[in-house]
């Protein structure tokens, strides 16, 4: 099982973008209404209350519009949920350091999201995929592959540099970090914290710095 996604945003910052397109070109203020829309209801009512009527009567946009732009429900939190992440946690730029010391500012910042409402909105989200449609592919297509793409990259880079000593497949290195990152949130066994995040990604990756 791949691990839980991270927040950054394809493109530099419209996720929203992924939903397939028919008709009209979207207009991006009408776009970040839904997607703010579908959050704010998300943490506030949960997903049961979360229907395409309650987004459209919060974000002040027919419901004909919504349909165009999305293929299902679930693909509309998603995608709510991926807009709301990747400004809460976008991925550190080359410039601010090491491959490690990114991906463990990185991996720090997910581990408080996830003690807040963030973490609460993602598994529900991911438990919706699961429920409607049998697995959680919906999810991974639309949120987590190109995130957990991007940091599996950062950290074949930093083996290549040498700044990252760990000899394993970057990928089964994020999905130690990330994966028991979700599954101590998940199941409750440990407190999770920024400091315990930073101690599993130099656990991994054995980083120089």
Not at 73 to 86: N, S
Request: glycine share 8%; net charge neutral.
């Amino acid at each position: 099982m791949r691990g839980p996604g991270l927040a950054m945003v394809k493109g530099g910052g419209d996720e929203a973008d992924s939903a397939p397109r028919r008709g009209r070109p979207r207009s991006v203020e009408t776009t970040n209404a839904i997607l703010e829309s579908a959050y704010a209801l998300m943490a506030a009512t949960g997903l049961a209350a979360t229907t395409i009527d309650a987004i459209a009567r919060h974000s002040s946009v027919s419901k004909m519009t919504i349909y165009k732009w999305w293929p299902s429900r679930e693909a509309l939190l998603i995608d709510a949920f991926l807009h709301h992440a990747a400004q809460m946690l976008p991925l550190p730029p080359e410039s601010s350091g090491t491959p490690a010391a990114r991906t463990r500012r990185h991996a720090a910042a997910y581990a408080e999201a996830l003690q807040d409402e963030f973490g609460k909105v993602q598994l529900a989200v991911i438990s919706e995929c699961i429920s409607k449609t049998g697995s959680a592919e919906l999810f991974y297509a639309r949120y987590l592959q190109f995130r957990r793409d991007a940091l599996v990259q950062m950290i074949a880079a930093g083996q290549k540099d040498g700044s990252i000593q760990a000899v394993g497949q970057p990928e089964d290195l994020y999905d130690a970090i990330y994966g028991s990152l979700f599954y101590r949130y998940v199941f409750g066994i440990a407190p999770i914290t920024p400091a315990f995040a930073r101690t599993m990604v130099d656990l991994v990756l054995r980083p120089k710095d």
